[in-house]
């Protein structure tokens, strides 16, 4: 078993930056890709960020958020952490964290892919 808990997100202001954090604890040498998620209401969960977990190597990010975002993780503390800049007010969601056991690139996009959430935290955009 492995349980995530992500950092608390915030209200920010377009234009500001904003990093979110994700620390995974339990059996994490199950661990091969960790992602972020978002979810606005009334939309479906989208894709945010990926990271191959065990080497840190391979990163992959969503349309909406490339060249505005970076991935990394910290093996030694085993937290993951999303810096997202030029936020804007569509950024608004929550943002989860998710774990997975798998290998394959293109299933990094796949909600259903993975095996462990974070309960999800609060990012919310003001103008």
């Known amino acids: 078993q492995v349980h995530l808990a992500e950092s608390v997100g915030g209200m920010v202001q377009a234009g500001d930056s904003l990093r979110l954090s994700c620390a995974a604890s339990g059996r994490t040498e199950s661990i091969s890709v960790m992602s972020w998620f978002r979810q606005a209401p009334g939309k479906e969960r989208e894709f945010v960020s990926a990271i191959n977990w065990k080497s840190g190597g391979f990163s992959g990010y969503g349309d909406a958020v490339t060249g505005r975002s970076n991935i990394f993780r910290d093996n030694i503390k085993n937290t993951m952490y999303l810096q997202m800049n030029s936020l804007k007010p569509e950024d608004t969601a929550v943002y989860y964290c998710?774990?997975?056991?798998?290998?394959?690139?293109?299933?990094?996009?796949?909600?259903?892919?993975?095996?462990?959430w974070g309960q999800g935290t609060q990012v919310t955009v003001t103008t």
């Open positions: 998710a774990a997975g056991n798998f290998f394959e690139v293109d299933s990094m996009k796949l909600p259903n892919r993975y095996d462990y």
